[in-house]
Every structure is written in structure tokens, then in C-alpha cells.
């Protein structure tokens, strides 16, 4: 090929280029992605630049994060060489044959970021995790097929291309071949129609590991069922490892060959749930910290009570949010999460937090009596009781000042501005009643 990337390669640069996104500034990732000239062959990267100073400002400025970032896409050692277009001394590398490079083709569908590394583990998904790690340690053991199934968005695919990742470390020749249902019914098409079967059958034969995505997807392909049927007999008699992810279980899969259901029911069937609010919790501080969100607590909490169909509907709220700052120039605030995900909230009929509700939980919390604090009972433990409930009345609530004022029996607004101030003031001083107001408000916010 005559300039330009091969199929792997250009997969390969994506991947690649899709990782340094949160490691270099702006302006190089422009000088990268302007690039056309990359070159991938027996462990070796070249990178042709237009002429030296480019050469020299990336084997300076970036050149080792670029390696570090190749090598864990491709899962092993590769050697970066950074080459002048217009340097007589450095000729551009040629392959003869660019797409038939077999020993990189396994990470062609491969996402670099869906490794065990990136994985949150929680109660929702932590068989699953464990069954995929013993898969990867040792194919065609005792798990096989290994069948994962549940609902959209919890992590099945990120499951599967980790359980790639972690075997081709480990087994760098290995041959891998992640796909799904969909894909591998047109590309058998594809076969049929130019007389090529028998190359198909040898692709999906010659493996150590096949992981296909979303079975259920074979619903109704007959002879996609008949040719799936016989290459997993011989991957299955040959010891090599399959796994499988559904959006139902085996027993569940109407229109699907009883033979292949047997042949699924014949392994490890694992579910995926959704996960529970620590989890949820967790994937929101990662997937914040990777796109740059600073989100205070009482906010993510927010977002992890209020989504609870899906990780990728969590990552959406939070995309939503980055773009949303971005545009407008604004911090983030609960009241301004509110309103962007109002829809979800309705959706979800998420029950608001009241003004009712704060007084009744800081009441109890502090052991005083409601009507006590809502009085003007003078005692230190009910006074402070009372401006805590205040301050988060004004923080948890959409309420205006009138309302706070009316709800806790005050004459004008001034009270509650004065009772809002000194309260912070405290906050700033005393660490350990800033903990019991964050703890509250996590109280409220999870209920």
C-alpha cells in the first residue's frame, strides 16, 4: 500500500488516539490526528511526520506517553520511531501485503478502554468479573461456555473485550476474535455471496478464544444458527473457549435452535444486574475524574439515586453535565443538576427531597422535638438543629427563601439569611460538623 494505514492500523491510531485524549494538551492532540502516515509491523510503530520539526517536537514533547499508550492497546512491547517524510536518510516503510498483518488483527473490534483495569467491581457484576478472570487464566477450563446476560448498558461488552485484553497479555499469539451476533451473520453472508464459505468456517475454527456479543441477535438466522451450531462443536471439542453475552438467558432465548440452547446450557450462565447505589457511586467518581468534572458529593449522589437503569445511561447524565459547563462557562450545582436532568427525574418519579422531610431527618438525627425546633426554643443542641435544617433547606430544595421562612415559623427573611450564614461560617471552622451536615445530606439524598 502506497501511504495512507491499513484497516488494523487505523483501528489500532484510533484506539490510541482515543486514550491520549485525557493524557496531552489540545494542540498536540491536533498535530496527532493530522498525521496519515502510521505503519504498524513486528513490534515496531512508525510515525511519519510532514518534516523535522514535527519529528523533533513529538520525540521530545510526547513520544514516551505515545509508547506507553501504544503498548497498552496492543497489549505488549512495541518500539515507537518517529520519521521525517522529507529525511533522504529514513524511507517511508512499506509492507507488501499491509492487510493480511494476522498477528494484530485480534484488537481490530477491541475498545482500549474496556479492560479489568477500567472495570468498577460490585455485587451487580463482581461472578460475572470472576468467572471472565478464570476464562482468561485458563480457556477452555471448566467455564466453558461462559454465558453473561442482562438487561442494556451494565457492562456485558466491557466484560468481553477485557476478557480479550487479559488473555492476549498473557498469550500474545493467542487468536482472538470478539464480534457480535449481528456482525457475524452479515460477514457469513458476505462469504456466501462470493463462493468463499469455506474460508469463513476456517476463520472461526482456527481460534483460541471467540466472544460473540448479543446472541440473542440470531433469533430468526437460521443458517446463521447452523453455522454457528457447527463451529461451536468444533471450538468446544478442540478445548478452545467461547463466550457469550445475551440481554436474556439461554432458557429465555425463543427462536433459537433447542441444540444451541443445550450447547449454552451446557457451561457457566451468569447474570448481570443493575448495580446498587455504592457501585453506582463509584463509577461516578472514576467516569467524573476521567473527563475532568469536579462534582461535590451531595451532587453525585444526586445523579446515583436518580439513574438507576444503567452504567451508560450514568455516563450519559454525567456527558451531559461536562457539556453543559462547558458551554455555558458555569460551575455545576445541584439546583443546575436538577434541571438538566429533569427529564430523568420525572421519568424515574424520583421522590423530591421537602423541606418536611430535612426538618423530621435533622430533628431526629439531633434527638430534639420537631415542634422544639420549629419554635423558638433558645437551647444550644436545638438552635444548631434548626440551622442545619435550615441551611439544607436551602441547599437540597428548589424552595425560595419565602417558603423556607414559612416552613420554619420565622417573620422575614433576614432570620433565615443570618441563620444560613453562620452556619457556614461554622462549617468552615469545625471539620467535624461539617462531616455531620455531609452526612446528613448523604442520609437524604440516598433515602
Known sequence: MEGGKSIVETKIWQNVLSLLRNKIDPSSMAVLRSLDEIHLADGNLYIYTPDKLFKDWIESQIKEVIEDTVNDVVGQKVKIHILSLNDENKKPYRRDNPDRDEKFYQYLNLNPRYTFENLIIGNCNKVAYFSCIAVAESPGGLFNPLFIYGDVGLGKTHLLHATAYHLLRKQPEAKVIYTTADTFASELFSYIQRGKILDFRRKYRD????????????????????????????????GKQIVLSSDQPPSKLEGIERRLISRFLSGLIVEITKPDLDTKLRIIVKKSKEMGLNLAKDIMLFIAKTVDSSIRELEGSLKRLKAYSEVMGRDITLESVRDLMRDVVESKKVAPITIEKIQAEVANYFKVNLNDMLANNRKKKVVLARQIAILLSRELTDEPLSSITKMFKKKDHSTIINAIEKMREILEKDRKMLLTVEFLKDRLLSS
Do not use: A, M, P, W
Not at 461451536?232 to 471439542?237: A, E, G, K, Q, Y
Open 207 to 238: 481460534l483460541d478464544l471467540l466472544l460473540i456479543d448479543d446472541i440473542q441477535f440470531l433469533v430468526g438466522k437460521d443458517r446463521t444458527q447452523i453455522e454457528f451450531y457447527h463451529i461451536f462443536n468444533v471450538l468446544s471439542t478442540l
